[in-house]
């Protein structure tokens, strides 16, 4: 940065001081500079503030934006009780809807770097959430399981792409407050979807009505995210930066070790996630003997752990470093897996579950603060792409993982299962850290 103050202060020193004969016009000369400078100066500031304010307002939008990928997310699994009474299906055909937005979701991520690179993280995020809204929209017209499961393409890669692209951008051009935020606020949308399903079931309409309201919210999400390009636009230095993507192939990303060690991390991350998500229920249920509704309240623990968890990570980052946050969220969930070891009180394992949601939810985040750093900038584009692709690869292997061993053996193996996930994404994250501490030095 220009220090001009510094270089308008040397200007009237000089204009002040030199009073030689023969120089009688240097004086007002370097007054005028000076004044010009200072104008000049004045003007730098104002768009400094202006790009300032505008940066914070297309904030705004992108935190809008995710609350539109968590939304669809926890949809499904609310909705299904309904839907497959309906359709005269069996209840497991739920993981084939799944299991195909998962899909979509996986290669969006792995193949979104070249389409972000060639059109930008706006429009990528404008046609990702449209796709989206009319995945949803054909849910809410669906009347049969085939209709649904080719909604489910559309769902699957708008959530990939918009996933891929806000993640890195935020990582590059925010700190880690805002990147905690930004996931605080997926969270919230995770949460008030199921809450938007049960009110439609409960007013006598149908899940068709659940999905025609989310629907409407996506619609308008879409809206802003069209609305908002003029705003991309203005903000000049993210278009700069954006040129300077380097495309990584599948190939190069696989040869690097670090790369390997990252996306195992993330992988854990959505292990955890997603047995508590669809398995703890079921947990709580047959081994633990809960009721079936109290049992599905008792999952909420997470959520809101999770939310919170991110919230706090947000606050934190102002005086604690990433690594030192992950550290924190790892040793609570060391905490919350030896509560549902050694207890089946139901108190206990609502706060176990709590916990385990309050120290996996700051993890993803922060670590995706840091791939920028430990790749840097101009590669973290493909490389937050092939972490997006492992952890929806995680959510979409890891239930059906469970499911097989539970089948084997019983629901009791849930707090084992959790340990061992713990285990994997700890074990990447000291080779990470390790790794990035010998290249610091």
Request: overall charge positive.
């Amino acid at each position: 940065m220009i220090p001009w103050e510094q270089f308008d202060r040397v200007c009237a020193f000089t204009a002040q001081t030199i009073r030689k004969p023969g120089t009688v016009g240097i004086r007002p000369i370097a007054k005028r500079f000076s004044m010009a400078k200072c104008r000049s100066s004045s003007r730098i500031r104002k768009r400094i503030r202006r790009y300032k304010q505008m940066a914070t307002i297309l904030l705004v939008f992108i935190y809008i934006f995710y609350i539109g990928l968590g939304i669809p997310d926890s949809l499904l699994g609310s909705a299904w009780p309904a839907i497959y009474g309906e359709f005269h299906v069996p209840v497991s055909y739920a993981s084939f809807v799944s299991a195909i937005i998962s899909t979509g979701t996986v290669l969006s991520s792995l193949f979104s770097t070249k389409v972000i690179a060639r059109l930008g993280t706006a429009k990528v995020t404008a046609l990702s959430t449209i796709l989206t809204a009319i995945a949803l929209a054909g849910f809410s017209c669906s009347h049969g399981f085939l209709w649904l499961c080719l909604c489910a393409i559309p769902l699957g890669i708008g959530a990939g792409s918009i996933d891929t692209a806000l993640n890195n951008y935020v990582a590059l051009h925010y700190n880690a407050m805002q990147m905690s935020f930004l996931h605080c606020f997926y969270g919230i949308g995770v949460t008030v979807s199921p809450y938007l399903m049960s009110l439609a079931l409960s007013d006598s309409l149908n899940w068709r009505g659940g999905y025609r309201t989310v629907f409407y919210i996506q619609l308008v999400i879409a809206a802003l995210s069209v609305c908002s390009l003029p705003l991309w636009k203005k903000v000049r230095t993210v278009q700069a930066e954006e040129e300077e993507v380097h495309v990584l192939s599948l190939s190069q990303m696989i040869k690097r070790k670090k790369i390997w060690a990252s996306c195992g991390v993330f992988a854990g991350i959505s292990a955890l996630e997603s047995t508590c998500l669809i398995w703890g229920s079921t947990y709580l249920s047959e081994t633990i003997g809960l009721s079936a509704d109290m049992a599905a309240a008792l999952i909420t623990f997470y959520f809101v752990g999770m939310t919170l968890g991110r919230f706090l990570s947000g606050l934190l980052s102002l005086k604690f470093s990433d690594w030192k946050i992950i550290a924190m969220g790892q040793t609570t969930i060391f905490a919350a897996v030896l509560i549902l070891l050694i207890t089946d009180n139901m108190f206990a394992v609502a706060a176990g579950l709590f916990l385990v949601g309050l120290g996996n939810g700051p993890i993803f985040p922060n670590m995706t603060h840091l791939t920028p750093i430990l790749y840097r900038k101009e590669t973290s584009q493909s490389v937050i792409g092939i972490e997006m692709a492992f952890s929806n690869l995680s959510i979409m292997l890891t239930p059906v993982l469970f499911g097989f061993l539970s089948g084997k053996m019983s629901t009791d193996i849930f707090p084992v299962f959790l340990a061992v996930m713990f285990a994997l994404m700890t074990g990447c994250t000291v080779i990470l850290k390790i790794g990035d501490s010998r290249s610091r030095k």
